[in-house]
T-cell receptor
Framework: GNSVTQMEGPVTLSEEAFLTINCTYT??????LFWYVQYPGEGLQLLLK?????DKGSNKGFEATYRKETTSFHLEKGSVQVSDSAVYFC??????????FGTGTRLQVFP | EAGVVQSPRYKIIEKKQPVAFWCNPI?????LYWYLQNLGQGPELLIR????????DSQLPKDRFSAERLKGVDSTLKIQPAELGDSAVYLC??????????????FGPGTRLLVL
C-alpha cells in the first residue's frame, strides 16, 4: 500500500542553520505530496504542497521539490529561526481522498 | 474566520467508560474528517464525511466507535466502551471539497484522551 517515510527526529539546529528533513514515499500512480507543520499546542497546518513531478512547493522560506525518480519530497530551509520549532509531517494523497502521513519529525531550533 | 473547533481539549476517563468528542468545522466546509494520532505517529484517517454522509469509514473500529454528522455541520465521535489502547489524540479536519480536488484540509487542535 501507499506509505510515507520520514527521517527520525529530533533535529536540533542553531538559529540560521540550514535545514533538511528527508521524506520518501511509496505509491502507485501519481500522488500529490504535502508538508504539514504542527506548532506546540496547535493543529496541523498545511505548509506547502506539490501535485506533479518536478513541482516545487514553497512557503515561509521552506521549499520541497517533487522528485519522482527518487520518490522523494525533502523539506529544506536556508536559515531556520527559533519560531520554526515544531513537528513536521510529510504526507501524500493518491486518487482517493485520503491523506497518508509520515510519523513526523520534531525540529528544535536554539538561539 | 474561526478555525476548526474541537472540544474537549483533554479528557481522562477510566476504561470501559464511554466518551464523546465534538467537532465544529469551518463554516461552509462540506467535507469533515476524523483522525487518530497515536504518540509519535502521524494521523490516521478514521472516517470521512461529505455533508452528512459517511463516505469512507473503512478504518473505523465499528465494534466500539461510532460517529455522526447531523445536518452536515457539527460532528460527534464516540467510543463505548473505551479501552486503554484508545489513549491518543483525536483530530478533526475539514475542507471545502474532498482532497482529491487538492483542497487543503484544515485541522483542529485535537482532543487528547487518556484512558486509565
Amino acid at each position: 500500500g501507499n506509505s510515507v517515510t520520514q527521517m527520525e527526529g529530533p533535529v536540533t539546529l542553531s538559529e540560521e542553520a540550514f535545514l533538511t528533513i528527508n521524506c520518501t514515499y511509496t505509491a502507485t500512480g501519481y500522488p500529490s505530496l504535502f508538508w504539514y507543520v504542527q506548532y506546540p499546542g496547535e493543529g496541523l497546518q498545511l505548509l506547502l504542497k506539490a501535485t506533479k513531478a518536478d513541482d516545487k512547493g514553497s512557503n515561509k522560506g521552506f521549499e520541497a521539490t517533487y522528485r519522482k525518480e527518487t520518490t522523494s519530497f525533502h523539506l529544506e530551509k536556508g536559515s531556520v529561526q527559533v519560531s520554526d520549532s515544531a513537528v513536521y509531517f510529510c504526507a501524500l494523497s493518491d486518487n482517493t481522498d485520503k491523506l497518508i502521513f509520515g510519523t513526523g519529525t520534531r525540529l528544535q531550533v536554539f538561539p | 474566520e474561526a478555525g476548526v473547533v474541537q472540544s474537549p481539549r483533554y479528557k481522562i476517563i477510566e476504561k470501559k467508560q464511554p466518551v464523546a468528542f465534538w467537532c465544529n468545522p469551518i463554516s461552509g466546509h462540506n467535507t469533515l474528517y476524523w483522525y487518530l494520532q497515536n504518540l509519535g505517529q502521524g494521523p490516521e484517517l478514521l472516517i470521512r464525511y461529505e455533508n452528512e454522509e459517511a463516505v469512507d469509514d473503512s478504518q473505523l473500529p465499528k465494534d466500539r466507535f461510532s460517529a455522526e454528522r447531523l445536518k452536515g455541520v457539527d460532528s460527534t465521535l464516540k467510543i463505548q466502551p473505551a479501552e486503554l489502547g484508545d489513549s491518543a489524540v483525536y483530530l478533526c479536519a475539514s475542507s471545502l471539497v474532498p482532497t482529491r480536488a487538492l483542497e487543503t484540509q484544515y485541522f483542529g487542535p485535537g482532543t487528547r484522551l487518556l484512558v486509565l
